[in-house]
């Protein structure tokens, strides 16, 4: 039998719901585990990536943490997908982009309804943020992208196979989605 | 029929008339060719580029080219489409366009043209660009982040309305819509819910009131159908079907 692919996944500045969507390919996720094993991954609660054939990345690119996490991605995974709005245009968290940071974390955290203990956080255990969130092929070198906020179940599920038996990917009309 | 003009389109005789462009043939017999700008109810703008086709192996604009007797047309071929993929990419770069956040998603031409040609990601780097937003009108929203200069809105605002409310100002990258107002605002222009400029928007820039999110997802206008099927959604705008 030949060994199974590794595949790693992360979420960046993402919701989690590219990764709530790769459950959603349901009982399918069955015969996924026969073609891959999961390295460092939310499903796994493994902490640490070791190399891997598939990554996957959820989310932009938004504090200092997401640059260290796709770095150590991309040194580790043969291909590296950009998963979902978020991973390729930065999606909602870039709706920031249209302001100052500063002007961000004052309405968060000073001039916010209802907000007390006014201040801004600056633990250093918190990643320092980004002036902008970036896709992320704008930091790393990016092999796929499989667009959707998030990509469809179906959609991952097309795409995850071709990829796998190493034939090319066509996604049928309505599984490319921007939204 | 003897007497009929014809060309060739992707080998197949499209029949037209004198004075038709590429494009008016062609949408006449059916046949699809990708286009943003062009809405055969206004004068062809020919500025968005995606209907670039290849006339006996030189490119043009379908919607402002002649139409002309025993011509070869090439609209489908990989190479345009690549084309065509990397002008839409652009357009998506130069401004924001964060399609979960849109009213118009699922029945926004952009989005739909670039679902046909396959686009899966953006191969720029994104500008980010700061543009604002006018809603100073009770019944219609202004997006500047999300429009595309097609000059729709311009042409039906002059053509249609006969208000000439818009206009296209400045130059290159800093080329941007602009409203005649005294204050530069929507609200404060003649601008009317019934104006024909209300609802030839391609893209979720220029948005009527009181109707977002009416359609539920799954029923929008290109979720089940691609654009070369349904066709340009300021058809549909005007329809009750939304
Ligand atoms: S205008 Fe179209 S492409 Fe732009 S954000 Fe809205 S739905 Fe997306
Ligand atoms: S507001 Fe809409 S119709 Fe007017 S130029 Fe911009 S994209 Fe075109």
Redesign the pocket.
């Given at each position: 039998m030949t060994e199974k692919l590794k595949l790693a996944t992360a979420s960046l500045c993402g919701c989690f719901g590219c990764h709530m969507s790769l459950l959603d390919i349901d009982e399918r996720i069955l015969e996924l585990v026969q073609l891959v094993e999961f390295d460092r991954s939310p499903f796994t609660d493994i902490k640490k990536i070791g190399h891997c054939d598939i990554g996957i990345i959820e989310g932009g690119v938004a504090n200092a943490e997401n640059v260290e996490v796709l770095r150590e991605f991309r040194a580790h995974c043969k291909v590296l997908i950009a998963f979902g709005a978020c991973a390729i245009n930065g999606g909602i968290p870039a709706m920031r982009n249209q302001f100052e940071l500063k002007e961000c974390l004052e309405e968060s955290y000073v001039d916010g309804i209802g907000v007390y203990n006014r201040m801004i956080p600056d633990d250093p255990e918190i990643p320092m943020l980004l002036n902008k969130v970036h896709p992320i092929h704008e930091v790393v070198q990016i092999d796929h992208f499989l667009p959707g906020c998030p990509p469809s179940g179906d959609a991952i599920w097309t795409f995850l196979t071709g990829l796998i038996e190493g034939r090319p990917v066509s996604l049928p009309y309505g599984q490319i989605r921007?939204d | 029929m003897s007497g009929e003009k014809t060309f060739i389109l992707d080998g197949k005789p499209i029949a037209f008339e004198d004075g038709d462009t590429i494009m008016d043939a062609a949408l006449r017999a059916g046949e699809y060719i990708p286009h943003l700008c062009h809405n055969p109810e206004f004068t062809p703008h020919g500025s968005c580029r995606i209907c670039m086709v290849e006339v006996d192996g030189r490119q043009v604009s379908a919607c402002t080219f002649p139409a002309a007797e025993g011509s070869g047309v090439v609209n489908d071929s990989d190479q345009l489409t690549a084309q065509r993929r990397s002008l839409l990419q652009m357009l998506f770069v130069e401004g924001n366009?964060?399609?979960p956040g849109?009213e118009?998603?699922g029945a926004?031409q952009?989005?739909a043209v670039a679902y046909y040609t396959g686009m899966l990601a953006l191969d720029f780097t994104h500008f980010f660009p700061r543009r604002s937003v006018d809603a100073s009108h009770p019944d219609a929203v202004i997006d500047f982040n999300?429009c595309i200069l097609c000059e729709l809105c311009v042409r039906a605002s002059r053509e249609v309305d006969k208000k000439n409310l818009f206009s296209i100002s400045g130059r290159g990258i800093n080329s941007h819509l602009v409203i005649d107002s005294p204050t530069g605002k929507l609200g404060d222009s003649a601008f009317a819910a019934t104006d024909k400029a209300m609802h030839v928007c391609p893209?979720?820039a220029i948005l009527p009131r009181h109707t977002a999110y009416n359609t539920p997802v799954g029923k929008r206008l290109y979720d089940r159908q691609p654009v070369n099927m349904v066709g340009d959604v300021a058809g549909y705008e005007e329809t009750d079907e939304r």
């Open positions: 921007y | 366009h964060i399609c849109c118009k998603s926004c952009l989005q999300r893209v979720g």
